[in-house]
């Protein structure tokens, strides 16, 4: 009997640390700036996003098309398709000063842009 009300103490415990942590978590994101960016003809709006070094933020990509596109930037790692017609969220942790480059790579040819950090 006390080797079962230990574990059951112990599984509280640990679930009261986990809900915690992700309700730090969903703070956290809920503190991360917006930035709207559109996709419309295969092009970026706007296609240079400037953010401050070390600044969270999230990524809101409206894609008014009605094709997919790929959200892709290989100097950040991110690839994320966006069907037509609907949004998709890219949460972006503080980056060093610099400039990434991303591109729709559905249509690279039309769809690029840069985050510039300062």
């Not at 679930?15 to 996709?39: C, M, N, P, Q, W």
């Not at 070094?53 to 950040?76: C, H, I, K, W």
Request: aromatic share 6%.
């Amino acid at each position: 009997m006390k080797i079962q009300s230990g574990l059951i103490a112990a599984t509280l415990v640990l679930g009261s640390i986990f809900s915690v942590a992700s309700g730090s978590t969903d703070a956290l994101a809920d503190d991360a700036r917006i930035i709207k960016v559109e996709i419309q003809d295969h092009k970026f709006t706007p296609d240079r996003i400037e953010v401050a070094a070390g600044e969270t933020f999230v990524l809101e990509v409206s894609n008014r098309d009605p094709l997919p596109e790929e959200f892709e930037s290989m100097a950040l790692h991110i690839e994320k398709v966006i069907a037509g017609h609907t949004d998709g969220k890219i949460r972006i942790n503080g980056l060093e000063a610099g400039e990434y480059a991303f591109i729709g790579e559905f249509h690279a040819d039309q769809a690029n842009g840069v985050i510039v950090v300062k």
